[in-house]
């Protein structure tokens, strides 16, 4: 097994962590080439990686990571997720120097690796919000796992390979899956504890007892809707790192799903009235004629949100009501919008389809000018964005989708000009 650097060489990395040459030098020393790497899958997570060279060496997660130069400071999940959100080149370097592996590959692993990536497909719209719950495939995740980066994305709804939802918590002890508390030694059980309320929820010791449910044993529905599962192949092709898909021929549907998404998740949204999925799973989240529906069911409660669906809602430990992420929500909005873009003629698909309740003034509610996407949604969508929005919004909409399209233009003739 590899030597791992030396407690004085530790605290000196850890003094300069992520900047300066000497911290640099000092860690290259002290690292050595492993023998053997597993290469990385298509598409895997830091976190995954990691946990899966550890289990091909038999150590633990932080042995690992110090052997990989990724020095864990605190909790290993805790850091090994940080590292997952965002990696500097510093500490690329020493995973390259580790590894052998090229940094871009290495790059990729991170979720701003492939935000990079977004950035470079001309997809660079997608909110950076690291630290955020995951979802999850439980079939996925029997052990030993490899799990990808875009089960961070908020469209990570299905498991193509499994064809199932996928899940976003525990259901016994309602803890969130978020890889800043998977444990390295207890691979796929549910690293939440038990709530005080639940009998033996303390150890005899006095500590707190782990929920420990085997992740991969949680049961999700089956994906029935093919507008679902085609809208999922599209996004995983303009948003996954090495997709095999080229984007442009989706493009402007991206662009239009995008609009569709923003007016159905912004504070006062459109609401959907009419939801036609023959998927059950789906069909449970729609909330029909009723405006506010409550329903309790176990440990979780469902609410329904502004725009027709519910979502559910968990206590936490001190008595704070915390919104979940639900990726069958999600998956059900993305019904909706599927269904319009596909409808031959999507104006009047809109029209049986949304209630504005509300316009909106973007300007008042302190969004930094419209998304670029908005801008760039094809006319079809016009009518809706302009009943959305409040007067002065649709009229700065309106205003600056005039301006992109006389660049478009001015930027199409210089093209011509110069091949002339
Ligand atoms: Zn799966
Ligand atoms: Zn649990």
Redesign the pocket.
């Known amino acids: 097994m590899e030597q791992t650097p030396s407690a004085s060489d530790r605290m000196t990395g850890a003094a300069g962590i992520g900047t300066g040459p000497m911290y640099a030098t000092r860690a290259f020393r002290t690292l050595r080439r492993l023998p053997t790497v597993p290469v990385p899958l298509p598409g895997e997570s830091l976190f995954s990686w990691v946990d899966h060279l550890a289990h091909t060496y038999e150590v633990d997660r932080g042995r690992m990571m110090r052997a990989l130069g990724l020095e864990p400071k605190g909790a290993h999940a805790g850091q090994l997720a940080r590292y997952t959100d965002l990696i500097d080149r510093p500490d690329l370097e020493l995973l390259q120097h580790a590894t052998g592996l090229d940094l871009a590959r290495l790059e990729q692993m991170s979720l701003m690796g492939a935000r990079i990536h977004h950035v470079e497909s001309g997809n660079d719209e997608t909110p950076w919000a690291p630290g955020k719950v995951w979802a999850f495939c439980p079939q996925c995740l029997k052990p030993p796992a490899r799990w990808p980066s875009w089960w961070y994305e908020s469209w990570a709804v299905l498991c193509p390979v499994h064809r199932c939802y996928t899940a976003s918590f ?6 969130p899956f978020t890889p800043a508390t998977l444990r390295g030694d207890a691979p796929g059980l ?1 690293p ?1 504890f038990v709530g005080p309320s639940r009998p033996a929820s303390k150890l005899p010791s006095g500590r707190r007892r782990r ?3 085997p992740l991969w044993k949680i049961e999700t529905p089956s994906v029935t809707d093919p507008v679902v599962r085609e809208v999922h192949r599209i996004l995983s092709s303009h948003l996954m790192v090495g997709a095999p898909f080229h984007p442009s021929a989706t493009r402007q549907w991206y662009d239009d799903f995008r609009t569709l998404r923003f007016l159905l998740g912004v504070p006062r949204p459109v609401r959907v009235r009419s939801f036609s999925s023959l998927d059950c799973t789906l069909q449970q989240r729609h909330c029909g004629e009723q405006v506010d529906k409550t329903v309790r069911e176990g440990g979780t409660q469902w609410h329904s949100s502004a725009s027709g669906f519910l979502h559910p809602w968990r206590v936490t430990d001190r008595g704070i009501r915390d919104k979940t992420r639900d990726p069958v929500a999600v998956a059900a909005e993305i019904h909706v919008i599927g269904t319009v873009l596909a409808s031959d003629d999507v104006e009047s698909t809109i029209q049986k389809v949304f209630d504005v309740p509300y316009p909106r003034d973007l300007a008042s509610s302190g969004d930094h000018g419209l998304p670029r996407y908005l801008l760039r949604a094809s006319a079809s969508l016009d009518h809706l964005l302009q009943t959305v929005l409040s007067l002065s919004s649709a009229d700065e909409l309106r205003e600056r989708r005039a301006l992109m399209a006389s660049l478009r233009m001015q930027r199409t003739s210089t093209v011509k000009q110069d091949r002339q």
């Open positions: 525990c259901p016994d002890c309602g803890s549910c939440g929920c420990a449910r």
